[in-house]
């Protein structure tokens, strides 16, 4: 083969190549503007179920929170009134207490004490095991609205 047939040749393989090249770029602009046009499609879609999701929650967490709020008042109340009842029976057991002899008083307030500090430590640990499962449900919920 003749060095200006192989330049010929080369020359018309980039030609070629070029013309393919070509074709196969317009190829990709096209489909990128289809593939484009279907994620703007997708998008819109998505946020609208998005929207519709968030608006159904809200209704849930609206229904929800309405019970949540009087389940609340129902705790409160019935923590307050035990609280009272613990209240006025520590006050009869104190009074009953008074009339012991000498000591034994302060021995039994001193008891008295122990269990009220024992007793709010056990409503501490409650109040602890409260918020870790408030603290677990919203990273569930926060999940769940990411995956949604």
Do not use: C, H, P
């Amino acid at each position: 083969m003749k060095l200006s047939d192989m330049f010929s040749t080369l020359a018309e393989n980039a030609r070629m190549f070029e013309e393919r090249a070509s074709e196969w770029q317009r190829d990709m602009n096209a489909r990128n503007e289809e593939m484009m046009t279907n994620v703007r499609k997708w998008q819109e879609a998505a946020i609208q179920r998005q929207d519709e999701v968030n608006r159904q929650m809200r209704g849930y967490f609206d229904e929800a929170g309405e019970n949540v709020r009087n389940q609340w008042q129902s705790m409160q109340a019935a923590w307050e009134e035990q609280f009272e009842k613990m209240k006025a029976k520590g006050e009869e057991m104190r009074e009953a207490a008074k009339k012991m002899q000498g000591g034994d008083f302060a021995d039994w307030a001193e008891a008295y004490a122990a269990q009220m500090v024992g007793f709010a430590q056990k409503m501490q640990d409650e109040a602890a095991n409260a918020i870790a499962s408030a603290t677990e449900a919203r990273a569930k919920s926060s999940s769940a609205k990411k995956k949604g």
